[in-house]
């Protein structure tokens, strides 16, 4: 049984800990807002963006459209895009994400095709690489500041380079979507082919200049980076909430501990003044 001395040295240990995750918990409350700000920010220009490409993709003859909307025609030649962050002590935040890319690798595998991996934050490629190292084509870190185009640029290039290179025939994402801060939900999305929205009534028309197929040339590359920035920002988003709300539980499971610790201590320390008492009474009585 533990000592008096050595459960005081553990109380100080776990209050030491609680002042750390209470610390955490309140930087992530405080960058939440701003996150959460920013994410739901880029959605209608992202939203937007997509509903602009479906308009277009609706008057366009597929013999002429980019190989981006229409895809090469096969689909044996798969890229993921994992994106989580770079950074842990956020509960199943970056497993769930990780989890639900590798369902999905292992369903592509399982049908016979080939498979290859984009990771964005350290914890992808940590926990990708063990199982799937040679499928990983590259890995990028995110850092600590916002995702901006300047991030997310490289990754659009590379993935370009790959398709227009004959590599890959489809481009899926995985990322986690921010809905409140108690719910963030793994998601998986086509970014190439260009994924075209049906409109539930009829489509309005526009007279463009220059045509469609040269707009969505120009425009689809853009999309890339569009989607890819705003899965980053969403993941941000979620990432300082699942934070915020594991460092809350962990404070109050410290403080059931300290408070455990507290009576076993005062319990053991009782017990060894009875002892002690006990000892003393019956040595005066020998004497």
Known sequence: MATVKEMRTRIGSVKSTQKITKALQMVAAAKLRRSQQAAEAARPYAQR??????????????????????GTGKEDRHLIVVATSDRGLAGAFNSSIVREA?????????AGKDVRIITVGRKARDQLRRQYGKQIVESYEIGIKTPGLALVQPIAHKILEMYNAGEIDVVTLAYSRFKSVVTQTPTLKQLIPAVIEENSGPAAFYEYEPDEVTILTELLPQN????????????????YASQMTAMDNATRNAGDLINALTIQMNRTRQAKITTELIEIIAGAAAV
């Open 102 to 110: 590798r369902r999905k690798i292992f369903e592509l595998t399982e």
């Open 224 to 239: 890339i980076s569009v989607q890819l920035l705003t899965a980053l920002l969403e993941n941000q988003a979620g990432f």
């Open 49 to 70: 963006m997509s509903a602009i490409i479906s308009n277009l993709a609706a008057g366009v003859d597929r013999t002429n459209a980019p190989l981006l909307l229409t």
